[in-house]
């Protein structure tokens, strides 16, 4: 009940958004890390989709990260419409100058976190029903050719810009999200703070390229096989 109490404060939901986002992040890198099996060929990648989804852990591995992601956003955008109700007029005029305030983090990431955040939030639907969804295709093998179905998508140049859009929302997103957790978390300090900003942002940028190298790979690939 305590537990409950805390996580309903300003102070809590902060908490909360800051440990479901890190969740979030280290979701992202295992997740980037399985899919550049694509690059390895279609048999290390189709071996690891049914691994993946052969293992009855999955399910309970998906429940609890549908979990993280709502408490996420919805934490999120509680704390979006308190603060608007709070301000209901907005500034004059916003500006991320860093001459009157050096220290200042503000920027133009951190004041458009809902906005890509609910971008985030339709891409992953998409993404869901494009590929846990989309059409199934087996291997000779009898298990589910996720690799023919990866070319299929990638080799449509459209959604190729889709998906390289959505990747530098998600990348706008984690800019400041990964690097503010910390903060959130009480890790606040003059000599680590600097370091932690810098290793949020390499690590976003780490993450966005893999993301960005796979649709532009298979795209290549797909080309090459016709």
Do not use: C
Request: cysteine-free; proline content about 4%; charged content about 10%.
């Amino acid at each position: 009940m305590r537990l409950l109490q805390a996580a309903s404060t300003s102070i809590g939901s902060k908490i909360l958004i800051a440990l479901t986002g890190l969740a979030l992040g280290i979701f992202l890198i295992g997740h980037l890390a399985g899919n550049l099996l694509f690059l390895a060929g279609p048999d290390a990648f189709n071996q690891y989709g049914h691994t993946m989804v052969s293992n009855p852990l999955i399910y309970v591995a998906e429940v609890g990260l549908i979990a993280v992601f709502l408490v996420h956003l919805g934490k999120a955008l509680a704390g979006f419409l308190a603060n608007k109700a709070a301000r209901p007029q907005p500034y004059a005029a916003k500006k991320w100058a860093k001459t009157k305030n050096p220290a200042s983090r503000k920027s133009l990431a951190s004041t458009t976190m809902i906005v890509t955040g609910t971008i985030t939030l339709l891409f992953v639907v998409s993404h869901l029903l494009t590929f846990k969804f989309g059409t199934y295709y087996e291997t000779p093998a009898g298990i589910r050719d996720l690799y023919r179905l990866q070319i299929e998508v990638f080799s449509n140049p459209g959604y190729v810009a889709f998906y390289l859009v959505a990747m530098a929302v998600i990348f706008f997103h984690l800019w400041h999200g990964l690097s503010s957790a910390a903060q959130s978390l009480g890790i606040d300090h003059p000599n680590w703070t600097p370091r932690i900003l810098v290793l949020g942002r390499v690590l976003t940028a780490a993450i966005a390229g893999g993301f960005f190298i796979l649709p532009i790979a298979t795209f290549l690939i797909s080309r090459g096989a016709r």
